[in-house]
């Protein structure tokens, strides 16, 4: 009945694991169409807490299919783990629950150390990046030169495809990045078994989602990092190396445009953001280790501590225009209970001149000093709060200022990490029958 696309409305980390989670109850599939295992969607149920990298987030509800679509980088090392891990918990106890396309690239030793490599060697002027290979892989996707899961389930040609990759990259590790060469007969005895083990869970998932659409189905895209870190759009060079944005559902998957019935952003009530890169409302002071502390910002791929800031809501504006959002999930709310005050970030100063639209030159941006709007806050504990008319009026006004602000409308808000921590304001699914 509904394809809704969920996307990171910032530099990623906003929250997508648990209201991808919250959203599986509606859809039959569960999607992943970009990136790869830099993700790391994080799943409360009950006491337990759980990390996915890799494979969908909809495994922890059994009966849901789960599909990695084409658009996907995959590193069959961090897969099997993650699988084991799901496994001894109890879930993902059904094999065909899964489903992995084909053209998924892999992520080769060589893609990984590379990423370390040229982070090392570009010292200061490094992306940060969550150095698992995710760059090089696309590199050589877009270069035509990659492996992908195609490939690698048929030996023979595997053997042949890392033939030909392994000398250049040999040179490339040498020669220039002063690592030593890796072994051709070691990755092949790796991942030619890999590629064996992973045959069963091989399938064309763009038939498969085309006819899923065709029964009336609900599907669910679980998009990976966020808005400000995608690969045309975001804050180039410092983003990832994938489309982040809602177009690379499409891409990503083979669902056509038309086939899309809401793309629901992800935001938190703040910002945080992993890596370098410009962050116009970003706090180096009290304020901003508060927000670390209470929202538990640390990578939950690399354990890096995230940098913070206020609420940006000239990035969230130009978040709600490229996706073309339908609504706003609005995460983390909690965290800023304990304020007195709340700035949003308006506008953006830069050489004097006022800028409502965020800048597409990186250069622009990182001159770009924020306008605050200041807001009283609720002090009070909003944790337990599950309808959105027992919330204090000074944070129902935040999120109508929110509202306001982005144009788009706020369909959900999470107070905790739980699923029952939520407030649900309307279903991006439209009701069967
Ligand atoms: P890469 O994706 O590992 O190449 O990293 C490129 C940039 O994207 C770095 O700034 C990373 O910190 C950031 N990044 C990648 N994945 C995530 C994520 O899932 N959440 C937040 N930041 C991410």
Redesign the pocket.
């Known amino acids: 009945m509904s394809t809704v696309v969920i996307i990171?409305s910032q530099?990623?980390?906003e929250g997508k694991g648990k209201i991808v989670d919250i959203y599986t109850e509606y859809a039959e599939d569960v999607v992943r169409f970009q990136?790869g295992n830099?993700?790391?969607h994080t799943l409360v149920v009950g006491n337990e807490t759980t990390v996915m990298h890799i494979i969908p987030s909809g495994i922890l509800h059994p009966g849901k299919r789960c599909l990695i679509g084409n658009g996907v980088v995959l590193d069959p090392q961090v897969f099997f783990q993650e699988a084991e891990k799901l496994k001894a918990k109890g879930y993902f106890q059904n094999d065909a629950q899964l489903m992995i396309d084909p053209a998924v690239h892999i992520i080769m030793p060589y893609h990984r150390t590379i990423?370390v490599a040229r982070e090392k060697m570009a010292g200061q002027r490094k992306?940060?990046?969550?150095?698992?290979g995710?760059?090089p892989a696309y590199e050589d996707k877009v270069g035509r030169r990659g492996i992908r899961l195609g490939d690698l389930i048929h030996p023979e040609r595997f053997a042949e495809k890392l033939r030909e990759a392994l000398p250049e990259k040999n040179f490339l590790l040498e020669k220039f990045l002063g690592e030593p060469p890796l072994d051709e007969a070691a990755i092949f005895d790796e991942y030619r078994l890999y590629g064996e083990k992973l045959r069963k869970f091989l399938g064309n998932t763009a038939k498969v989602l085309h006819d899923s659409i065709a029964a009336g189905n609900n599907i669910l895209l679980e998009g990976?990092?966020?808005t400000l870190?995608d690969i045309d759009h975001g804050t180039y060079p410092?983003?990832?190396?994938s489309s982040t944005v809602a177009g690379g559902a499409c891409t990503g998957t083979g669902i056509g445009p038309c086939s899309i019935d809401a793309v629901i952003g992800i935001s938190k009530a703040y910002v945080t953001?992993?890596?370098?890169?410009p962050f116009p409302t970003e706090l180096k002071d009290e304020t901003g280790e508060l927000l670390r502390r209470e929202g538990h910002e640390y990578?939950?791929?690399?354990g890096?501590p995230r940098r913070t800031g206020w609420l940006d809501m000239v990035a969230l504006r130009k978040a709600v225009q490229l996706n073309g959002l339908t609504g706003l999930a609005l995460t983390k709310l909690d965290v800023l209970n304990s304020l007195a005050t709340i700035r949003i970030c308006s506008a953006y100063r830069c050489d004097g001149k006022l800028l409502s639209e965020f800048p597409t030159e990186i250069g622009v941006l990182q001159r770009c000093e924020p306008v605050f709007e200041e807001v009283p806050g609720w002090q009070c504990d909003i944790r337990a709060v599950t309808d959105l008319e027992q919330l204090p009026p000074a944070s129902r006004d935040f999120i109508s200022k929110v509202e306001k602000m982005s144009g788009c409308p706020v369909v959900l808000v999470s107070v905790g990490p739980r699923r029952d921590q939520t407030i649900q304001i309307s279903n991006p699914f439209r009701s069967k029958g």
Not at 238 to 241: I, N, Q
Not at 273 to 277: D, F, L, Y
């Open positions: 990171g530099w990623g980390d990136g830099n993700a790391g990423d992306i940060g990046t969550t150095g698992r995710i760059g990976a990092q966020g870190l410092f983003v990832t190396s953001r992993v890596g370098e890169g990578g939950a791929t690399t890096r």
